[in-house]
T-cell receptor, first 113, second 112 residues
């Protein structure tokens, strides 16, 4: 399966802990987007990355959230000192250099208890 | 910034009926993408449109890129129960950094 892979599918964290969400893009894709979705709501843009660069992080909270897409390995969305309000589904999508068609992973459902 | 509004917000239809939904933007798009999201899953790309006026089909689905480049339409013919889900339009924000922004979604419910 050469699709976008996200792990873990489900993540439970206590308040104050760190959450690390991983996204392996489709083979050959060098652009990654991260989105957040609350129940019954739409997809809210968080960050757009290309290999080793953050292109647009206008949707990311200024504190506690960070993202990276290293030269080797998956893209990581990191949430430090999680709070209950961080509970949501986090989706990543990837696309190639030229084509704007983006393909999504199955998401990570974060629950903060 | 660019906004994508979808209508209707939700639809409740009988199996076999045709469905029509649209997406409008406050500014011009060069690409329109339509996605479907099933409960608990990630969005799946249905159709991509690249030219104003373009009409593209994928099985029972047909999508059109509006002539003004500020809107797009998705039609589903002869709906079936598995069409249930949320349909999103999306497009790249050309005036900023090419980030992909999503519409507000149309929730479709199909009754047998």
């Amino acid at each position: 399966n050469a699709g976008v892979m996200q792990n873990p599918r489900h993540l439970v964290r206590r308040r104050g802990q760190e959450a690390r969400l991983r996204c392996s893009p489709m083979k050959g894709h060098s652009h990654v987007y991260w989105y957040r979705q609350l129940p019954e709501e739409g997809l809210k843009f968080m960050v757009y990355l290309q290999k080793e660069n953050i292109i647009d992080e206008s949707g990311m909270p200024k504190e506690r959230f960070s993202a990276e897409f290293p030269k080797e390995g998956p893209s990581i969305l990191r949430i430090q000192q999680v709070v209950r309000g961080d509970s949501a589904a986090y989706f990543c999508a990837s696309r190639g250099q030229i084509n704007t068609e983006a393909f999504f992973g199955q998401g990570t459902r974060l629950t903060v208890v | 910034g660019q906004q994508l509004n979808q209508s209707p917000q939700s639809m409740f239809i009988q199996e076999g009926e045709d469905v029509s939904m649209n997406c409008t933007s406050s500014s011009i798009f060069n690409t329109w993408l339509w996605y479907k999201q099933d409960p608990g899953e990630g969005p799946v790309l249905l159709i991509a449109l690249y030219k104003a006026g373009e009409l593209t089909s994928n099985g029972r689905l047909t999508a059109q890129f509006g002539i003004t480049r500020k809107d797009s339409f998705l039609n589903i013919s002869a709906s079936i129960p598995s069409d249930v889900g949320i349909y999103f339009c999306a497009g790249p924000n050309l005036w900023n950094t090419d980030k992909l922004i999503f519409g507000t979604g149309t929730r479709l419910q199909v009754f047998p």
